[in-house]
């Protein structure tokens, strides 16, 4: 079966430094892969999604980035963090090939930027 | 842009009672998919229900059934028989399936249900 690991589940950081969160999937190949961001009352807001290995699309501008160093691996970094930074953070997976196009998702990480 | 609409930010309903939570979405796309997600308090995103657009008959998951009603774009999620695990935020979410979903989620602000003992 398919599972979805995320962490860290909890990050308290500084502005201005910098951020790495990771996420894996096991069971599955070439899945596409997403990170989305949930303020707090608010719906989930696609940040990047991934169709391959290398292959990023960006839905927001900001000073987030990600990268997929291999093809079940999923990065969410940032150089320098800003207060409005804060929030929920999920990754998710759907199967790459197919129509069943729901996302299952990993665990969230809350982040608190100060 | 595709947007989906929950214009409802909190619902109450009795233990054991129905309840109908409201969405509605915006695309010019004929083919897509529509879902309900449960957002219990620990914050696990589980989906409870889909529905492709091509299809008329709307979907049922044990007590969860849809009203789908693709003309006026709108996807409500029935809850029969209210259980006090139901308790959650309800999410609307749309893709596209031109993007083979691919593109990911749009999803709606969210419901939040309360279940009253």
């Known amino acids: 079966s398919q599972t979805i690991h995320q962490w860290p589940a909890t990050l308290v950081q500084p502005v201005g430094s910098p951020l790495s969160l990771e996420c894996t999937v096991e069971g599955t190949s070439n899945p596409n892969l997403y990170w989305y961001r949930q303020a707090a009352g608010r719906g989930l807001q696609l940040l990047f999604y991934?169709?391959?290995?290398?292959?990023i699309s960006s839905e927001v501008p900001q000073n987030l980035s990600a990268s997929r160093p291999q093809d079940r691996q999923f990065i969410l970094s940032s150089k320098k963090l800003l207060l409005s930074d804060s929030g929920f953070y999920l990754c998710a997976w759907s199967p790459g090939m197919g129509v069943n196009t729901e996302a299952f998702f990993g665990q969230g990480t809350r982040l608190t930027v100060v | 842009a595709q947007t989906v609409t929950q214009s409802q930010p909190e619902m109450s309903v009795q233990e054991a009672e129905t309840v109908t939570l409201s969405c509605t979405y915006d695309?010019?796309?004929?083919?897509?998919?529509l879902f309900w997600y449960k957002q219990p308090p620990s914050r696990q995103m589980i989906l409870v229900i889909r529905q492709e657009a091509y299809k008329q008959q709307n979907a049922t998951e044990n007590r969860f059934s849809v009203n789908f009603q693709k003309a006026a774009k709108s996807f409500s999620l029935k809850i029969s028989d209210s259980q006090l695990g139901d308790a959650a935020m309800y999410f609307c979410?749309?893709?596209?399936?031109?993007?083979?979903?691919?593109?990911?989620?749009?999803f709606g602000k969210g419901t939040h249900l309360i279940i009253q003992p």
């Open positions: 695309t010019s796309e004929s083919d897509y998919y």
């Open positions: 979410a749309y893709t596209s399936y031109s993007g083979g979903g691919a593109d990911g989620l749009t």
């Open positions: 991934s169709v391959g290995i290398g292959q």
